[in-house]
């Protein structure tokens, strides 16, 4: 998920792959699989390793795969496993609280995003009137998209995923540069990496270790840092529900949609 250098995505893979088959894993490939169709590549028989957000996890795709863990992150914004997004506008905005952006445009990657939606959502509902906060609001597609939308004044206000955004400012600092951060969401259970349904227990076992061992290995401390990995965590299912919860209480203060 958290693509900005892919090259350092590729490393981190390469060095993951012989700790893998070292744990017992059969069947692992030498090169990742860099899916267009996300949604179909989760809920693939065979999967043996992949990064979801947490919103389609407590949507419906826990049917289809078991909660590995999730990395630690070394991003402004990040808890441990946890994370929050980062309510952005542009840096010559004269808003100050969130409550100045009432009205005003907002982009937002998908519907599915806890990072871009679920979370702003539940950081507005509270100060919405009779199901509305905001303006217009655009589905861009992409964090990097939505930056644009808002650096180029198709937008007034996005909210970025942390990671995301420390990812960007390092790897493609013009992705924020004329850019600020006026507020940050509750901090979230950070992205689950998940296996298929089908995995068995044992070798659901052997992937955390192998995580373990890769997040602690000497010899990929480097690519640890480009893509700033701190470390990794054991999680279930159950860790994810505060993400289900911020929808609920959206919708339970009758403001459904992101408008």
Not at 102 to 109: D, K
Not at 133 to 154: C, I, K, M, N, T
């Amino acid at each position: 998920m958290y693509a900005v250098d892919p090259a350092a995505v590729d490393a981190f893979w390469r060095g993951l792959v012989p700790i893998l088959r070292e744990e017992g894993i059969d069947g692992v490939p030498d090169a990742l699989d860099w899916p267009e169709d996300l949604a179909s590549h989760w809920r693939r028989t065979d999967l043996l390793l992949s990064q979801t957000c947490g919103y389609p996890l407590v949507e419906g795709l826990d049917a289809a795969v078991r909660v590995v863990g999730a990395f630690r992150y070394d991003a402004e914004g990040a808890d441990g496993t946890g994370y929050r997004s980062l309510v952005v506008v542009r840096a010559d905005d004269p808003a100050v609280v969130i409550e100045d952006l009432r009205g005003r445009a907002v982009a937002y990657n998908g519907r599915d995003s806890h990072s871009g939606s679920n979370a702003l959502r539940a950081l507005v509902a509270p100060l919405a009137v009779r199901g509305r906060f905001f303006g217009p609001a655009f589905e861009s597609g992409a964090h990097r998209r939505s930056l644009d939308f808002v650096r180029d004044g198709h937008a007034d206000v996005a909210a970025i995923d942390c990671v995301s955004f420390a990812l960007f400012r390092r790897h493609e600092p013009a992705a924020v540069e004329g850019l600020r951060v006026l507020a940050r969401t509750e901090l979230s259970p950070g992205l689950p990496l998940i296996t298929a349904r089908a995995t068995s227990g044992p070798d659901l076992e052997r992937l955390r270790r192998a995580l373990e061992r890769a997040v602690a290995d000497p010899r990929l401390a480097e690519v640890r840092a480009a893509l700033l990995i701190a470390g990794f965590e054991r999680l279930g299912r159950s860790d994810y529900e505060p993400i289900a919860a911020m929808r609920d209480a959206a919708a339970a203060a009758g403001y459904p949609e992101l408008a």
